[in-house]
């Protein structure tokens, strides 16, 4: 069985990432901030940005596996019909898997 994240799952246009940005509820956590935009269809879109100020590339590319694990594994948490554009903080790079997780559902309740 598949488990990626499928291309309509994910959000691909600048426009969506400006659109969740400018119009988008904001949530802050410890280790991102997610932008939570309604955008009325049936799919929930998942968007990462992922600075430098984060860490090397190497760490970069694991907080964005985390946060994509997160978002998969907690789809029953987030309410259909959003997108939503989450945006790392450098306190995310040393943070547990199980801190990531607790922020995420913390914001998602």
Request: charged letters at 30%.
């Amino acid at each position: 069985m598949d488990q990626r994240l499928g291309r309509h799952e994910r959000l691909t246009a600048r426009t969506d990432y400006t659109r969740c940005y400018r119009y988008g509820r904001r949530l802050r956590t410890r280790y991102f901030t997610v932008y939570a935009y309604r955008q009325g269809k049936c799919v929930t879109r998942l968007g990462l940005a992922v600075g430098k100020a984060v860490g090397i590339a190497v760490v970069r590319n694991r907080v964005k596996r985390r946060l994509r694990e997160l978002f998969r594994r907690r789809k029953a948490l987030v309410p259909r019909g959003y997108d939503l554009f989450v945006r790392a903080v450098p306190a995310s790079a040393p943070a547990s898997y199980t801190a990531l997780e607790a922020a995420w559902c913390e914001v998602m309740a």
